[in-house]
């Protein structure tokens, strides 16, 4: 394919992809006070995929460059600040749905519950981090006190806590316009980079760390002037910083860690022909797994001894039926599970002890440029009954996504936005915890933010 015939295909795929699957905007600062009830972003559309993905080829070679010398940060910003913009007044629910200019029907009958408080919860420990205007926070849920981890310059983003807890890996661009991927200890000491520096083609780059934190998989733009708008998977060595691509440059997203660290699941291919791959750590191996038909895919979960994934027979967003599905973890029988299906997106994430699994589902209520609904509901391991955890609350004003359990199987933190108006600014943006054997359970405000990271340990 010519670089002309690229660029003409991905200007077609903006125009054709203008109203797809929304994906929540990057975090905003905070606006009310938490009697407000929650937090916004706008809806945003899912970024094209420019061009055809070639397969996978297992051919490792050295790419980004490795941090060869200890890390000296950049000095901080010492321009005066000058001062948050003015806000416009949140205004009540009746408010909202008289100054509704959006396509939808606002859910005028409902009221907005009043969230509870974090002592409710009665968690006798936890802890969970969370991203908030460009800095990675945490938040000790038994004392109920936050600390601000990160404090530089430039944005902080995608805390994720390692498996023993004792350490956070994050994204960050401190350095400039690119980024790397950054471990610090879970109290903000310590902060080091573990990667060299990379870009993505769209927005901000996705990164996935083992358990154990010795291996990084991330996702980066392709530097080969022919790969323009392609990816390449990356696979880093923490203690000696080698970092080798996996494979050829690709259309890539979603990478995952297997729960023992031995393998990385990734979404591979354009929207309408997307597939599973699997790396094999020890060998570099790369696989396709079969699609059966299938397109749209989500990120693969650990289920047991099988992937959880969703997957939709069709690959045009106007007509998406997503259902969840399992294989093993070769790739060989592909079984529906359960009858929840959406007309539209869904991402689910299985709780540690693989007895539940909350799925975050997004569809479109009614034709072009309407607005979106974002849920979240919660289905046993076998697919049962769907049981939503957020209905409660009126569309299109609030929105609910980015579901992360604790490590006790039974609490779920998740973002929960408000955006009164069609287009509004600010969002505002807040970190609920709600717990799940409480049927008729309002969530507990945490705090503002999002993307949060529950610690593995209790």
């Known amino acids: 394919m010519t670089m002309h015939e690229r660029t003409q295909r991905t200007a077609i795929a903006w125009l054709l992809l203008a109203a797809c699957t929304p994906r929540p905007a990057s975090d905003g600062e905070p606006s009310p006070p938490p009697s407000a009830s929650s937090a916004a972003a706008p809806v945003q559309c899912a970024d094209p995929a420019p061009t055809a993905s070639p397969a996978l080829a297992t051919s490792p070679a050295p790419s980004a460059e490795p941090p060869t010398a200890p890390y000296q940060p950049p000095p901080e910003a010492t321009a005066e600040s000058t001062g948050p913009a003015p806000r416009r007044p949140i205004g009540t629910f009746d408010d909202w749905v008289k100054e509704y200019a959006g396509l939808g029907e606002p859910e005028a009958e409902k009221r907005p519950p009043r969230l509870r408080r974090a002592k409710e919860l009665a968690l006798a420990s936890g802890r969970i981090a969370f991203m908030r205007s460009g800095d990675v926070f945490a938040m000790d849920l038994a004392t109920g006190v936050e600390a601000q981890l990160t404090r530089k310059t430039q944005r902080n983003i995608a805390p994720t806590f390692l498996g023993d ?51 990084v998989a991330y996702v980066a733009r392709a530097r080969a002037p022919s790969d323009e708008g392609l990816e390449e998977l990356h696979l880093v060595e923490v203690a000696s910083g080698d970092d080798q691509r996996i494979g050829q440059p690709a259309t890539l997203s979603q990478c995952t860690f297997s729960p023992g660290g031995d393998a990385v699941h990734c979404v591979a291919g354009e929207f309408d022909a997307e597939h599973l791959l699997s790396v094999e750590i020890a060998t570099r191996r790369v696989r396709r797994l079969p699609d059966a038909g299938n397109r749209m895919f989500s990120a693969a979960r650990s289920l047991g001894d099988r992937l959880l994934f969703s997957a939709s027979p069709t690959g045009a967003f106007c007509c998406q039926r997503s259902q969840l599905f399992t294989t093993a973890l070769d790739g060989t029988g592909i079984k529906g599970l359960g009858a929840f299906w959406v007309a539209g997106s869904m991402r689910p994430e299985v709780s540690p002890k693989g007895s539940q699994i909350a799925v975050a589902w997004s569809v479109r209520e009614g034709g072009f440029g309407a607005d979106y609904r974002n849920e979240i509901s919660l289905l046993d391991a076998n697919g049962g009954a769907e049981r939503p955890l957020t209905s409660a609350f009126p569309r299109p004003f609030y929105s609910a996504y980015e579901p992360s359990w604790a490590p006790d199987d039974r609490h779920l933190a998740f973002t929960l936005s408000l955006c009164p108006y069609l287009g509004c600014e600010p969002r505002i943006r807040s970190v609920v915890v709600v717990d799940t054997r409480d049927a008729g359970a309002v969530p507990a405000f945490i705090a503002y933010g999002g993307n949060a990271s529950w610690s593995p340990v209790p």
């Not at 890996?169 to 903000?188: E, I, K, P, Q, T």
């Not at 083609?201 to 990164?207: A, D, L, N």
């Open 165 to 215: 807890g004792r350490r956070i890996a994050f994204l960050s661009n401190r350095d400039g316009m690119a980024w790397r991927v950054f471990l610090m200890n879970a109290d903000g000491t310590e902060q080091r980079p573990i990667t060299g520096k990379f870009s993505a083609w769209y927005g901000e780059p996705s990164f996935a760390i083992s358990p154990d934190g010795a291996r």
